[in-house]
């Protein structure tokens, strides 16, 4: 029989009720049904953009103009299209998380400390020192909406605006609080001509109402009970806005605001997942998020620096997927940025290497990206089953032109106690280059009640998964 290999749930609560694993993977469904409705590929590798700036990860980048701007340490460097790097500021902190905006003309950073703006017309950088002069202090995130930069300031409800187009200049009389709670503020983004501005426990919205004292006003009725849990965990997702969220409730979830309200994405074995993190004394505030488009998939990463953790949701799909690197460890990407021609960049929060995020390249900078998968329970009323073939459906004659993946394998094995032990081992054909005709099958598996299937690839080459065709016996309990 034709076995759906693809399960959608995700081990979590127990792999009693879903075994289901899904690492450096995503699906898609097809149209026509074909071979199988539902494949799976393998998630992109980073191919090298820029590897010169030492050791200091990017605290934060931002594409503007023909430029990419990333921070490393205490220095602002702008990055031209062939990776090439000019240092043209110097922040007066080394470490922490950046928030970055323009206005056409100005690039505006904020570091929890002060404002700096770097004209990209005079490429003069200044220094706003925070809490002189009318500068606010501790600004910690930084948005543009409507010729203003907009900052909020750590441990307080308070808000500022610059003046008209000019990141230079601030007025402690320009300034707002929020009114809904009375927790601090923990982020500033503009979306679609409102500022939202995101609390410990509320969220609120304010809009562009052009009052002389103060362009900007609440919008009445449209505060909600929920808050950001961590900071730079937010990202643009297509028409709405992507984060960590919690409620007082006590429980965090990952979902995404669409107008006024908040739908979630986490499903609930994501939800035990995260929380998980909670109950075994692991703070989610670092966590970091980041959104881009992949061949219609509008996908949402959130790496997670304290569990060591990170996972991708598919807007296109709809289902949640573990990113990891070769040793199973966290995934190396942290900041992100579509520079220019819809180049995808990420930084890697080991160092100052900045990837181009490519669907052609099948490494992680050289090392192995391991796609792995565990396949629905196959069960019958705790009947005895056995397997006397099994073959695997995939796009074969992938193999590299020499080296490693000249001949590419899938390392398969089974388990017959629903996936808490598995067996040795077997290694399947994937095909060298150009050989269309190989086929990824096994024979002779046994029998067992509680089958869960693993596989694992971690040869550099394609890796398109449609599904896999069993022979079948039932037998008695």
């Excluded at 409800?157 to 230079?168: E, H, M, P, Q």
């Amino acid at each position: 029989m034709e076995f759906p290999l693809f399960g959608l749930g995700l081990q979590s609560k127990s792999p009693a009720v879903t075994a289901a694993k899904r690492i450096n993977c995503y699906y898609e469904e097809q149209k026509d049904k074909d071979k199988s409705k539902l494949v799976c590929f393998g998630t992109p590798g980073l191919k090298l953009f820029q590897g010169t700036l030492g050791a200091n990860p990017s605290r934060g980048m931002w594409p503007m103009g023909n430029f990419l701007y990333s921070v490393h340490g205490n220095t602002l460097y702008q990055i031209n299209n062939a990776g090439v790097a000019t240092s043209v500021g110097t922040l007066t902190t080394m470490s922490g998380d950046v928030s970055l905006s323009d206005n056409n003309t100005q690039l505006a950073l904020v570091d929890g400390t002060n404002i700096y703006i770097f004209n990209t017309s005079t490429l003069v950088f200044t220094t706003k020192t925070g809490g002189v002069g009318g500068v606010p202090s501790s600004p910690t995130t930084i948005t543009f909406l409507d010729q203003y930069f907009i900052v909020h300031q750590a441990l307080t409800r308070n808000f500022w605006i610059s003046a008209l187009n000019d990141g230079t200049s601030w007025s402690a009389a320009n300034g707002g609080v929020t009114e809904s709670g009375s927790g601090s503020l923990q982020a500033v983004i503009a979306d679609r001509s409102v500022i939202v501005l995101f609390g410990d426990f509320y969220t609120e919205f304010w809009q562009d109402t052009g009052g002389v004292d103060f362009p900007f006003a609440r919008i009445p009725g449209s505060s909600q009970e929920f808050g950001l849990a961590a900071t730079f965990s937010l990202a643009k997702f297509g028409e709405s806005i992507c984060g960590l969220f919690r409620s007082r409730m006590g429980a965090v979830a990952v979902a995404r605001i669409r107008g006024f309200s908040l739908e979630k994405l986490s499903d609930p074995d994501m939800d035990n997942i995260l929380n998980g993190y909670i109950r075994n004394g692991i703070g989610l505030g670092d966590a970091q998020g980041y959104a881009f488009h992949l061949d219609g998939h509008p996908m949402y990463v959130i790496g997670f620096p304290a569990a060591g953790t990170t996972w991708m949701y598919d807007g296109l799909s709809h289902i949640w997927s573990q990113l990891q690197a070769t040793d199973g460890t966290r995934h190396w990407g942290a900041k992100f940025a579509s520079f220019l021609n819809n180049e995808l960049i990420v930084s890697d929060f080991r160092n100052a290497n900045m990837y181009r995020i490519d669907p052609g390249t099948f490494t992680d900078n050289g090392s192995s990206i391991p796609l792995e998968l565990w396949s629905r329970r196959i069960w019958s009323d705790n009947k005895w089953i056995t397997i006397p073939e099994l073959e695997i459906f995939l796009e074969v004659g992938v193999g590299a032109a020499s080296g490693q993946g000249s001949t590419p394998r899938i390392m398969f094995s089974v388990s017959k106690d629903g996936g808490n032990t598995f067996g040795p081992e077997r290694f399947l054909d994937m095909g060298a280059l150009g050989n269309f005709t190989a086929r990824a099958r096994t024979t002779r598996l046994g029998r067992g009640q509680d089958w869960v299937m693993k596989l694992r690839i971690t040869d550099p080459v394609k890796r398109v998964l449609i599904g896999e065709r069993l022979e079948v016996e039932v037998g008695s309990t």
